[in-house]
């Protein structure tokens, strides 16, 4: 595990304890690798200010520029789902807040994380150096085109909603792969689904229900598109 320097999160211990008891194990979450790493970081670093006394209620909080920072619950399921060893090299697409890559740091060898919105990446950027987490490569841009350069990954992960799987993932993952990633025919409810590579084969399965912010890229949804159901939104 990368150790936190220069952070102490011990004042919150005990809010994190109760988080991975009340709103993971007990709901069926069992990877302990995934409890300890969850266990580890504090989530009130990446909340804005006004909003950290809510650091470990069970939900999503607002993080600016219209997006969130995900559930501890939604978090810890997709890296459980992800099945990441501590060799492997992680992909995620959906930097937000840099909570969800500071988990994985903990699980991983190496992670790289795209975010399409520059203020909440380099926000993100500077939140992980300040807790000493060496092994995060944030990157400014269009996760749905993935990061060539950088792969091929042993997992990819996706915090936001798409309506298929981009088609470029599937080529920047090792055979043995797997990738995590919420698609649904709406933009307000995903299924999530794990696909694994086999050699030439991908296999997929549904793992339940989920809502999402709209992956927004040219394999995802249009910007045109999340800004009507946005609006759509705000009127319902
Ligand atoms: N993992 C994040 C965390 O721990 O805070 C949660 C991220 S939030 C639910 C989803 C993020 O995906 C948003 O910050 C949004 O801007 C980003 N996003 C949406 N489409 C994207 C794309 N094509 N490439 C990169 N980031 C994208």
């Given amino acids: 595990m990368t150790q936190l320097g220069g952070f102490d999160p011990t004042g919150t211990k005990w809010q994190r304890e109760a988080m991975v008891a009340d709103q993971l194990a007990a709901r069926g979450l069992t990877d302990q690798s995934v409890l300890a790493a969850m266990n580890v970081i504090p989530r009130e670093h990446f909340i804005p200010a006004q909003l950290r006394e809510h650091a470990y209620l069970d939900g999503a909080l607002p993080i600016g520029d ?48 795209i975010e399409r919105i520059p203020e909440l990446a380099d926000a993100a950027a500077e939140k992980l150096r300040q807790l000493g987490i060496n092994n995060v490569f944030v990157h400014i841009g269009d996760g749905t085109l993935g990061l060539p350069e950088a792969g091929p990954f042993d997992g990819i992960i996706v915090t936001a909603g798409g309506e298929q799987l981009p088609r470029c993932y599937v080529q920047q993952l090792k055979d043995g792969g797997r990738i995590v990633i919420p698609l649904g025919e709406t933009m307000r409810q995903q299924s999530m689904c794990r696909f694994t590579r086999q050699r030439d084969n991908l296999y997929r399965e549904e793992l339940g229900s989920f809502a999402f912010v709209p992956l927004i890229g040219a394999e995802g949804w249009h910007v045109d598109e999340a800004m009507h159901e946005a609006e759509r939104e705000s009127e319902s």
């Avoid at 978090?75 to 992680?90: G, K, N, S, Y």
């Avoid at 903990?106 to 992670?111: G, I, N, P, S």
């Fill in 66 to 113: 219209g997006q969130t920072i995900s559930q501890p619950y939604t978090v810890a399921f997709m890296c459980e789902a992800l099945h990441t060893t501590p060799t492997d090299r992680i992909l995620e697409i959906g930097t937000g807040s840099g909570y969800g890559a500071a988990v994985l740091s903990q699980l991983a060898k190496e992670v790289h994380t």
